[in-house]
Nanobody, 119 residues
C-alpha cells in the first residue's frame, strides 16, 4: 500500500511538498516516482528516482521540482517550487517493488492527491 500526503491549494509561485510512504511486506523497492493526470488525459511522469538516487524529470518541471527518497522509511518526496496554474491536477505516487524475494517487480500506486495552483 502507498499512502500519499501533502496536496492542497497554493497561490502561483508558491510551494508544496508531497510525500508518499510504502507499507506492508516489502522485500525491495526499485524506482519510486510521481505522476500526474488531468481529466481526460493520460497519466504522465513528473519525476522518478532510483534506489541509488538517479533522478529524471519531465521537462515541464525541471528546475522547479525536486524528488528525493528515504530508503529507510520507504518514502518518496516531491518538493514543488514556483508552482504554476498548469501544475494543477491530481498527483499519484508510484513504487516498483517486490513484496517477497520470489516476486517479480510490480507497480504499486498511491490514492492520488489534488494539487491546485490558483490565486
Amino acid at each position: 500500500q502507498l499512502q500519499a500526503f501533502g496536496g492542497g491549494l497554493v497561490q502561483p509561485g508558491g510551494s508544496l511538498r508531497l510525500s508518499c510512504a510504502a507499507s506492508g511486506t516489502i522485500f525491495s523497492i526499485d524506482a519510486m516516482g510521481w505522476y500526474r493526470q488531468a481529466p481526460g488525459e493520460q497519466r504522465e511522469l513528473v519525476a522518478i528516482i532510483t534506489t541509488g538516487g538517479t533522478t529524471n524529470y519531465a521537462d515541464s518541471v525541471k528546475g522547479r521540482f525536486t524528488i528525493s527518497r528515504d530508503n529507510a522509511k520507504n518514502t518518496v518526496y516531491l518538493q514543488m517550487n514556483s508552482l504554476k496554474p498548469e501544475d494543477t491536477t491530481v498527483y499519484y505516487c508510484n513504487a516498483k517493488l517486490r513484496r517477497h524475494y520470489s516476486d517479480y517487480t510490480k507497480d504499486y500506486w498511491g490514492q492520488g492527491t489534488q494539487v491546485t495552483v490558483s490565486s
